[in-house]
Each structure stands twice: as structure tokens, then as C-alpha cells.
């Protein structure tokens, strides 16, 4: 399969690219500037494309020819550009994305989301209505990164109606990281700011085999999944910090353990996903 990655020189694209090539398949890496190092030489090399996801014209240029698109590129926060930017370069760029592919004909669409499209690390107070979080639970998002997550999944439910062919995957994405010691570590330096994040974290490695995934999946239309390690990485039990932290909010099953804050079944069910405990 021909895939096409936009942020291929970014954070994640830099490790999913040459996970793509390792798997057999050709890739086009897009992004605005090439990688600064070398990604590691797999057997074969991907072809890299510099160009500006923000134009529509490029981003349909880049992809042609591609037959299937993996969107990561991507403001990661509100705090490194002002809020408008982040808000309409992010909506944007997800816009012509899925454009860019139901006029190409491209049927198999995997979008970079996030846990913050429901509002969440940047939120002033965040608000949940039960725990582990699913992906019916509603939206509180008000800061302009998790507003453009939870509109990219908005227009990607929109294009599914329109072109019934298409099967769009978003993946709520939290705190990519290389390992769960990395994770423990960043959790512990975060101390009590990290019940914002719910203690939770993602493996790269373990994203990547789900954007693969999620472009062979049995399913059309648009699907939205929690992409989240199934433990958090906090040294204190789930259900310990769920009595402290949310004493209102209900508890759905038993939080044992570190069982994490995101029900990740859904992801299992339908794209036979799994985050590995070593993870």
C-alpha cells in the first residue's frame, strides 16, 4: 500500500515512517521541512515531499497517486502559537486532508486526535462525567488545541456522510513517549498537575501499530478510538486517585490496580489494537 504521512519529520511521523516502510508498504513522508537526521535505513527509503499542508493545492499535489492518508501534522498544544493560529491552522489542515482524499478517491483516511478533543490537560478545570472515559462520553473542550480536535472529528463524521466509501479513523492520542519509564518519569515531574492528563500516556511504538491498523480495519464511515496505554503511570492505584481527585464523578468497573482512565475497548474490538503492558 502507498501511504502517504503529513508530519513525517514531526515527533510521531519521525518513528512511524520507517515503521510503514518495515511493514512492506511504499510511504510519502510530507512536511515543511525535511528531517534533521536520517530516519533509520530500513530496506527500502521513503520519498520525502516538502510542502504546506496548510495549501490545499500542495496538499493535493503531495497525496495524489497515494491510497492512504495518515494526518499528523498538526499544532500539539495551545501554548506555542497564538490561539487563532492554533485553532485554524489545526482545522485547517484536517479540512484538506480529508478534502484532499475524497477527491483523490483515497479511501482510507487515519487522523491524529486526541483525549483533549473532549477537554482535559488544558482545561482549567477538567470535567468528566464518569470514569474510565469512553468515546461516547461528551465534549467540555474550551481552549483552542482540544476545540480543533473535537472539530476534526466533527468534519471527518461530515465527509463519512457525504462519501459513504470512505472509512476515517480518528485516534485520541495522549503524550506520545518511548516508554513507560519515560512516562513514570514525566508523570512524577508533573506531581500534582498530572491528574490533568488523568496519569495517562501513549507509546509511540504502540501508536504506530495502530494507524496501521486502522487502515485495514473492517469498518467504513468514521470511527473515533482512545489510543492510551492501558495502565496510567502514577505510583498510587486508580481507584485511590479517583476518590481523591473526582470524589463526585462515578466510577464505572472496578479501577483496579493502575488500570488507566480511558477504556480503550473499543480500539481492541475493531481494529485489534492493543497497547503491550511493556509498553
Known sequence: MKIAVTGGSGELGRVLVPFLMQQGHDVVSIDRALPQNPF???PRLPSYLVADVGDLGQFIAAVHGCEALVHLAAHRSPMHAPAPQVYVEN???SYHALYAAATLGIKRVCL???VNATGAAFSRV??????PLDENHPTYNEDPYSLSKWVLEQQADSFARRYEWMSIASMRFHWLVDSYAQAVEGTRHLGDTAVRHLWAYTSKAAACRACLLSLSADFVGHEVFYIVAPRTAAAEESLDLARRYFPDVPVRGELAGQQGFFDCRKAARVLGWQHDEAE
Open 91 to 93: 482545522t485547517a489542515s
Open 126 to 131: 477538567p470535567r468528566y462525567d464518569y470514569v
Open 40 to 42: 533509520p535505513a530500513p
Open 112 to 114: 491524529a486526535s486526541s
